[in-house]
């Protein structure tokens, strides 16, 4: 039983690594319930090592077993439930893509275009007056 438990509490070690909530997350919804989901399981491991060392005393009573299994289903259900916020918050990004924007001036501009209206009309420009005098010179 103790095994089980830290196997677990290592695989949501993994799943979360250091780095990952360091970084600022863009999506708060998941990374809230993994790390509620991985506090409840610290919580629970915790627990569960006070009830096996103090047998006898009235804590251990307390949190019997069977709470803290269905603590650790809580917990484990709210990891599950943050990686799959996660996931689906993933593959919205993904339908979405990135923003498309100017090259010069990086204001948002619809997909395939290169240049903002202002841009596109002055490279236009550009591309005139550069044939225009070729055309001179030739
Ligand atoms: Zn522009």
Redesign the pocket.
């Known amino acids: 039983m103790f095994s089980f438990i830290v196997t677990i509490f290592l695989c949501t070690m993994k799943l979360t690594p250091p780095h990952d909530a360091l970084t600022v997350n863009p999506d708060p919804m998941s990374s809230t319930l993994l790390r509620l989901g991985l506090w409840i399981i610290l919580l629970v491991v915790v627990l569960y090592v006070l009830h096996e060392t103090y047998p006898a005393s009235a804590m251990a009573e307390y949190f019997a077993l069977p709470t803290l299994q269905k603590g650790l289903a809580l917990g484990i259900l709210l990891v599950a439930g943050g990686l799959v916020a996660r996931l689906f918050g993933k593959g919205a990004s993904k339908v979405v893509g990135p923003k498309n924007r100017?090259?010069?001036?990086?204001?948002a501009i619809p997909p395939g275009a290169i240049?903002?209206r202002?841009?596109l009309r002055s490279m236009l420009n550009r591309e005139d007056e550069r044939t225009h005098t070729t055309r001179t010179r030739s």
């Open positions: 100017c090259v010069i001036c990086k204001t240049y903002c202002a841009h």
